[in-house]
């Protein structure tokens, strides 16, 4: 028989609520992590981490990758996904089946049961590198959520509104977490400040951001 505590406490004391649509799955990664390394390191020998170009003539401190269908990209003609990777010309290596799994199995309880990604980015910050304010909105569809799986050493997320000026709010995401977004929260506006220096003991010195999307 549930106590009142049961019932006024959260489901899972792992999860939490970041705004409506949007939700915080603490440590969710950690029994897919072997799996998830070793199949990182088969999609980098194939298509390499490399420092992308804005459209404004900045080249990115974050490195960047991609599997799946379709692949996120930005040079000086704009932000775009593309089936080809363009160093090598060749399709992006396919999405790794533990990928997958891993993506249902975060959507799944955070309200997106039919969530099926095409597209992963993959995100490697180096001490030093962040990611500035901004939006996710070259998706086709934004009814997709995105889920964001943090390995290796720990950032602060920063995560506005629907306004770049909107406050925002700071979560430390470490080894393990995942986040997954959308509905109501899918345009908001969000960060990852200067990682600060430091050795993860199975990632090193660095850490990885797989987000996950509907992207065609
Ligand atoms: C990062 N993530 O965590 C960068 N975007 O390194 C993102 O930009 C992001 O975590 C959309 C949804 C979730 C995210
Ligand atoms: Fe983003």
């Not at 949007?22 to 390394?37: H, I, Q, V, Y």
């Not at 775009?80 to 090598?88: A, G, S």
Request: glycine letters at 10%; a negative charge.
């Amino acid at each position: 028989m549930p106590d009142l505590f049961d019932i006024l406490a959260p489901a899972d004391p792992a999860t939490e609520i970041m705004a409506e649509g949007a939700m915080l799955l603490r440590g969710a990664a950690l029994p897919f992590e072997k799996d998830l390394l070793a199949a990182l390191g088969q999609i980098t020998s194939q298509s390499p981490f490399r420092h992308m170009v804005t459209p404004g003539g900045f080249t990115m401190s974050v490195a960047m990758t991609n599997c799946g269908t379709a692949g996120w990209i930005t040079d000086r003609t704009g932000y775009r996904y593309d089936r080809n990777d363009p160093e090598t010309g060749r399709p992006w290596p396919a999405m790794p089946e533990c990928f997958l799994d891993l993506a249902v199995e975060a959507a799944t309880p955070a309200g997106y049961p039919d969530f099926r990604p095409d597209a992963c980015l993959i995100n490697r910050y180096e001490p030093g590198a962040r990611l500035s304010l901004h939006q996710d909105r070259n998706e086709r569809d934004f009814a997709n959520p995105i889920v964001s799986v943090s390995l290796g050493l720990p950032a602060t997320f920063q995560f506005g509104g629907l306004k770049r000026n909107d406050p925002v709010k700071k979560y430390a995401l470490r080894h393990g977490d995942v986040a997954v977004w959308g509905g109501p929260s899918r345009l908001f506006y969000h960060g990852v400040p200067e990682l600060k220096d430091g050795v993860h003991e199975t990632v090193g010195r660095m850490r990885i951001n797989l987000t996950f999307r509907g992207a065609l």
